[in-house]
């Protein structure tokens, strides 16, 4: 019992009428691991949560947590908590009215309750603002708030939808350092459905990357940045993205398949000494590195991040070099070859 | 000429609002004066408190205070109860013939109550709750307008807050009451206020269902006191016109803003 996964999706589907779902997801989560569903939206990452919540139920498929099959269970049965994108705070009751919810629903005594309370909010910073309104919070605090409720009840499982898409790019940053952090100590299992990669890649032990309904790849960030299971991943984890190139403009190699190459692994060399010869469409300083887009026939995506400030005139033609252990070759259907 | 339109517009509006309040004054001048004073308008003369004392004398008020009082409050409670309940059916829950059973909710909106006056009498009468304050009040529980407008009210409520409550473990009815109920306040204040004032004033169908000065409510007293055979004394009557509307008036002025935002509230909804 104890080797089995916290969580466990078995083959689950859901499908609307009409609409695109999600299919064949099977999923094993570690309990106290950090598992974040990324994808493009519409990929379906947020159904698979909200199927895991219990706000739907699916069509096909077995869902278990901690060994209970809960595939038909109601939500308030499934010992979890949940962040909402929107944060989904009551708005006519306040701070501590809000966090203390769940408790009061679940009839939990009140010496208890005022106890949680009191160190949910140390955790999540909102001493002094308990009598507040929602709608007196800032966009940082209302999350707070969204996490506190999420955290009081001490459940092992939290589902988190996209909880920083609503807060500007510098608060993000340290909300998601809080949100690990409280994670770790809490040694709770997390859920987090995101569209970003970099919050996928900085947060989770585990990324589940999805699109059309179907997983595409599960691994840690690693794994995924490395060795991608297929050209859509390959083009989707990065900044910039892994480059695709046709395999019959390479030298050396055989026709039909896709080769895929990182910006990093890509360096400038003199006239007439380089694997490709290209054009220069695009320049972007970005502080540490210049980050020069190329374009070549049968490639694209093609990028090489250089150290300091480097201006090139565009249009101008740069021969390039790469190491052939940096390659990554994927067969004419996207997927990735062995070796 | 824009301007001589809006002196107009202004002077029509100043008309109106005179013709419409004019009895009311009348009615007040009326209740302080004796009747041959207030007959002839004779400005001078001086103000009694009179005929709120001969009024007082000649009807059961205070009773009939109290079940005008009693009506609104079972009426209110009942229809509380009820466009909470079927609001919130209407509004969240999927369940068959559901667009169906709404329509027919709403064609009740076109039937006028007094249509229905005979029905009511005699299922009234059949439950045998004919003279009783709960038969009065009975027809109006479950209001149609109170309904459409619970469900509107309901349906503008984001489905995040009913997942969340969900997650938190909230049953349906735990959900309509800890979250649906307090964020709809508003509205439920509005309805009250339109719901008090109608039943405070209704009276044809508590004339008829009423037979008693135990059950009669104050616009069906006030409407025997006044009755010819008693003889017509028009200060006695506008005295005992004043008391009578004294509390909603005051309530109005109370809540004016409400009161006017709820009936324009009830017209665009």
């Known amino acids: 019992m104890s080797t089995k996964p916290f969580v466990v999706l078995d083959n689950v589907a859901k499908r609307w009428n009409g609409q695109l779902g999600v299919e064949n997801i099977s999923l094993d989560i570690e309990e106290g691991s950090f598992v974040a569903l990324l994808g493009p939206s519409g990929c379906g990452k947020s159904t698979s949560l909200r199927l895991l919540a219990g706000l739907e139920l699916p069509d096909e498929g077995k869902i278990f947590i901690e060994g209970r099959d809960v595939t038909t269970s109601a939500a308030s049965d499934r010992n979890l908590s949940m962040v909402f994108q929107s944060y989904a705070l009551f708005p006519h009751l306040s701070v501590a009215e809000n966090v203390i919810f769940g408790l009061k629903v679940r009839r939990v005594p009140k010496a208890e309750r005022m106890e949680k309370m009191a160190r949910a909010l140390e955790i999540t910073g909102l001493e002094g603002l308990e009598s507040r309104k929602p709608g007196e919070l800032s966009g940082g605090q209302r999350q707070r708030v969204a996490l506190a409720r999420a955290i009081v009840a001490g459940q092992r499982l939290c589902l988190m939808d996209e909880p920083l898409s609503n807060l500007d790019a510098k608060l993000r940053t340290s909300v998601r350092k809080d949100i690990k952090k409280l994670q770790r100590d809490l040694g709770i299992t997390v859920v987090y459905v995101t569209h970003d990669q970099t919050e996928a890649m900085s947060m989770a032990d585990k990324i589940v990357l999805m699109k059309d309904g179907r997983i595409q790849q599960i691994g840690s960030p690693n794994e995924l940045y490395n060795s991608p299971a297929n050209t859509f991943v390959a083009g989707f984890i990065g900044a910039p993205a892994m480059a695709l190139i046709e395999s019959h403009i390479l030298g050396g190699v055989e026709d039909g398949y896709k080769i895929g190459l990182r910006a990093e692994n890509i360096s400038i060399v003199p006239k007439g000494e380089g694997k490709l010869s290209c054009n220069v469409t695009e ?57 | 000429m824009k301007r001589l339109s809006h002196y107009v517009e202004s002077a029509a509006a100043i008309l109106l609002a005179v013709i419409w309040i004019s009895p009311l004054l009348f009615a007040f001048w009326a209740a302080f004066h004796s009747t041959s004073d207030a007959v002839n308008f004779n400005l001078m003369s001086s103000w009694t408190l009179d005929n709120f004392r001969v009024a007082w004398d000649g009807a059961p008020w205070l009773q009939y205070f109290l079940n005008t009082f009693l009506l609104v409050t079972i009426v209110l409670i009942g229809q509380f109860f009820f466009t909470t309940l079927a609001g919130f059916a209407f509004a969240k829950l999927e369940f ?174």
């Open chain 2, 96 to 269: 068959p013939g559901k667009n169906f059973v709404f329509i027919l909710v709403l064609m009740q909106l076109f039937i006028l109550p007094e249509v229905l006056i005979v029905e009511n009498y005699a299922m009234v009468s059949r439950l045998g709750l004919f003279d009783t304050l709960f038969g009065v009040g009975m027809p109006y529980m479950a209001s149609a307008f109170g309904i459409f407008l619970m469900r509107q009210s309901f349906k503008s409520v984001p489905i995040e807050l009913h997942e969340a409550a969900r997650i938190e473990g909230c049953g349906l009815l735990g959900i309509l009451w800890r979250v649906y109920v307090p964020l709809a306040k508003p509205t439920y204040l509005a309805y009250a206020l339109v719901s008090v004032s109608t039943h405070w004033n209704n009276f044809l169908w508590p004339l008829i269902v009423t037979n008693s000065p135990e059950t009669r409510p104050l616009t069906v007293g006030l409407s025997i006191f006044g009755a010819p055979e008693n003889g017509v004394d028009i200060s006695i009557i506008s005295a005992a016109t004043m008391m009578s509307v004294a509390p909603l008036l005051i309530a109005f002025l109370v809540f004016q803003r409400q009161f006017v935002q709820a009936f324009l509230r009830a017209g665009i909804k």
């Open chain 1, 283 to 339: 320049v972007e300083f970005l502080g540490s590195e210049t980050l020069i887009g190329l374009e070549h026939e049968g490639a694209i995506g093609l990028t090489v991040l250089q150290p300091g400030l480097l201006i090139i005139p565009l249009g101008q033609q740069i021969d390039i070099t790469f190491d052939d252990q940096h390659l990554h070759f994927f067969d004419s259907a996207g997927e990735r070859l062995p070796g």
